[in-house]
DNA sequence: CATGAATGAGCCTTCATTCAT
DNA sequence: AATGAATGAAGGCTCATTCAT
């Protein structure tokens, strides 16, 4: 349990005042992601932009990487929250239609705290992410795989590499683009690589 | 000169001995930082695995992340120098052949040392690499858009962007799957998605 | 705020403990200094002999100069209120005695711990010594200065002027006869030279 | 003989050649100083400037402190120089005028290289200054205090200190005064602390 | 539970000195 | 003799983590 347990939370806070100084850190170490990057990142400073004590933060937290693991976590429930309301409401209308949409949240995530979102796209893996923390990001891509799977105008081998690849590809292309500034219809960039990506070229 | 040579390397070694340490000093970053992830890299371990010492480090390297700089630099070149062959070869094929060769020299570029590609992927980002670092990888991208730009067979309204973006979501694609070992077909994939993007898709 | 408040104490400790340790601090770069000079004048020599560690110094000090600020201050303040002290009980005295008992002050001060006295009367020039740490030593002279203009058995035209000299020239004096070891009838001599300076040698 | 001539240089350069360097790496150490203070002052920069390398460097110095010595050495000596020059100029003069031309010497002599005379001032005393190089300095009293001895209007128990205090107090006035860039008459004022201290002064 | 002072391993970097060429 | 690359001890400083209050 010591090294398992690695990135999860400490405890889960049952009061309201434990849960609120959780997700104040958590608050706390996005800002700092942001505005400063991966060097400002240190317990200290977490600790202080959230209004609480090193000490309160270890109490909450078993160590800085899983304040990162929590964060990821965080993110990733609000993109596949995201993407699960897209989902629901493109089921059913025509996959070009479909894919545009999924762009565009992809997009809206990532374009909403660029630099946050890269760093977090790159220490995910860094982290192994334990099992229970990385079960979001995981989740994201199962839906993307069971509404691909669930197609009848696409006949995939592996809808689950499918799924992934896409995942991948738009988080690359994205983020290149928002490092870059090179924003305009970038919805419609990924959209395009994604329907290629599918063997359903928009423009045949 | 402070500030902006930062990472530039200190002194351009002209004896046979010093260039031979330089080398030495950026292979060895590379085996510590696939071995070990950027966690392992600091530079008593590489200069001690690079059989020299620190202080002859910091004759040739302003600082640590010179170092990556440079390495950064030299996978760049590399990753250039594979491509400009395959460029040349490919110049008069036809599209979807062409892409199929590139996407195969992506490929196995960030295939034969993964984790030091994707680390470098995250850090070129994070260092600004300073103008002339960053020339390397610029000039891809360059390459790149002359070549989609000279295609008759393609009318993109701006081949840098789209050259950019054929780059990270490749990049994207590859390094996710290298991460979840789903190699099959990797390069059919990129290819696949790449056509799309470019609005010629194969299955037309 | 960076570079100015590089001599100044980072945090102004508010638990005893806290206060207590960077008195200690500042107590043990006295003992170094004193002992061993400025060559072994460094920060984990300071905390150790402080009985803290390297963090509890940088805690309560930015940097090692810091250290050496305070402790200039430190020294500049006790001189002060030596000085003061004999100041108003000489006012009223005749010129030479007072000036007497004011060299009998310097002496003692540098007396006490002459190679630090020194030490600190080289470096206070080499660091800038910030205003604010500064300030004491300015005091010291402002109160000489006061005293002189009050004095009617005096007409100087730069009082200010005045009190810097005498107290350079009976540093100067002191430091070296103490580096000397001849120190028979210090002040007598120190006292002739600023009698003289003012215009109104004892011998007439 | 291995401490004892930690300060001396290592050889007597016989050749054009030797010498010149030796010459040039002094010099380039006063520079350095003038410049950057102690904190500047490395080998490595001294020979730089010195237009040698460091083994060169090595060759005519055991170390770094052996070229501050030279340097000391070599500004007593050009002091003791001006100073006799005085000396003999006013051996046969009022007291006063004999006093006043000394103290125009040393004011000169501060005032060429105000940073570099302190610096040294200060490193006289920490480095043993071995006996060798200590002559200089040694010499400069000897010959004020031979003068003091000769003078038939001074009766002085004590020619020796009384041209150490001199000496001291007159560095301390004056590298005070120019930090303070307060050099109006300050040959005067050094005058007055002098004969002040001889117990002639001017006043009477 | 909260606080924040204390700890100290760890890492970066400099520079005096040596020595192979 | 000269050169300058190499060495590595030494020291500055940070920050994750612990623990007394």
Redesign the pocket.
């Known amino acids: 349990m010591d090294d398992a347990n690695r990135l999860s939370p400490r ?1 889960t ?3 309201r ?2 849960r609120a ?1 959780a997700e104040a850190i958590v608050e706390a170490a996005a800002h700092i992601l942001e505005a400063e990057g991966l ?9 202080a932009r959230a ?16 304040i990162l693991a929590a964060l990821a976590r965080r993110e990733a429930d609000r993109f596949a929250a995201a993407l699960d309301a897209t989902l629901s409401r493109v089921a059913a209308a025509p996959l070009d239609e479909a894919i545009t949409a999924m762009a565009a949240v992809a997009v809206a995530h990532q374009s909403s705290r660029p630099r946050l979102a890269r760093l977090l796209d790159g220490e995910e893996q860094r982290l192994g992410l334990g099992d229970e923390a990385q079960a979001a990001t995981r989740g994201t891509a199962d839906r993307l795989a069971r509404f691909l799977a669930g197609r009848p105008d696409l006949d995939l081998a592996d809808p689950n590499e499918a799924a992934a690849d896409l995942l991948h590809l738009a988080r690359g292309l994205i983020d290149g683009a928002l490092e870059r500034s090179a924003a305009s219809d970038l919805a419609g960039r990924v959209t395009r690589a994604a329907l290629g990506y599918l063997g359903a070229a928009s423009g045949c």
């Open positions: 405890k806070p049952v009061q005042r434990g100084t060097a400002g990142f240190n317990t200290n400073a977490v600790a209004g609480a004590s090193v000490g309160s933060l270890y109490q909450y937290f078993p160590g800085k990487e899983a």
